[in-house]
């Protein structure tokens, strides 16, 4: 695991094979409510193939990128962008199309996603590390695996969907296997009047009460281009992200 220093921890956000749940979200607003706080974060997208999180901090895909420095294209400062913002800046291991196929075919992935998280640590200065996880089957997916192997503690993210359901029971028995700590999960709730079971049931996987997000479209219109209300939804996901991952 990762456990680099005792007082930096590196935080991931994932959900198993389940896509779609919030995961980019809530690390977006995890990048906004950082540098607000005094804390200096760093991002790294995994999302190759669908850098979500990366063309929202961004605005595009850039040349350097984590998979041209696990292939030894990019050197560490090259693929380490620093995102300005109004409490000083962000920075991004940002992901784009086609990496997993790159790092798969070329790259050692676990010895130099771990150097540049040491990187990050000794030079950059850095509080807090969050990566942004793809969908992936735990059981299937040895890259993303290693990735999760770096991490200190696992935020599950669901959805009121059988299939989220089943994508987390398999990533809780897989963390567990590994002795990774698990953070709260969090559940974006569509419909409310089935909440009591959902909540109920994901507790029982994963030995805590989840926290709720009331997951309507201005949570996702606020933390992706700053219009909409702040709404109850945008209220809760604050709340979880300063109270949970920031913590």
Aim: charged share 20%.
């Amino acid at each position: 695991m990762g456990c680099y220093y005792i007082d930096v921890s590196i935080k991931c956000i994932a959900s198993g094979q389940k896509g779609g749940v919030g995961k980019s979200t809530l690390t977006i607003l995890t990048a906004k409510a950082a540098p607000a706080l005094g804390i200096r974060l760093a991002i790294i997208d995994l999302a190759m193939g669908n850098p979500s999180t990366s063309l929202n901090l961004l605005g595009n895909i850039p040349r350097h990128t984590l998979a041209t420095y696990v292939i030894n294209v990019s050197k560490v400062n090259e693929v380490i962008h620093v995102i300005p913002t109004e409490h000083g800046p962000v920075y991004l291991i940002p992901s784009g199309y086609g990496d997993l196929a790159l790092i798969n075919e070329y790259g050692d992935f676990k010895e130099r996603l771990g150097s540049l998280i040491k990187y990050l640590i000794d030079r950059v200065g850095i509080d807090h590390v969050v990566i942004d996880f793809p969908s992936f089957e735990p059981s299937l997916d040895s890259v993303l695996n290693e990735a999760l192997d770096e991490c200190d503690i696992v935020y599950p993210v669901g959805i009121q969907d059988l299939g989220s359901v089943v994508a987390l029971r398999n990533l809780l028995h897989f963390v567990r296997r590994f002795s990774i700590n698990v953070g709260r999960p969090v559940i974006n709730m569509f419909r409310e009047s089935l909440g009591r079971q959902w909540v109920a049931v994901v507790g029982k996987l994963s030995g805590l009460e989840p926290s709720i997000i009331h997951y309507d479209p201005w949570v996702i219109r606020w933390v992706h281009d700053g219009a909409g209300q702040y709404g109850v939804g945008v209220k809760e996901a604050l709340s979880y992200v300063i109270r949970e991952i920031l913590s």
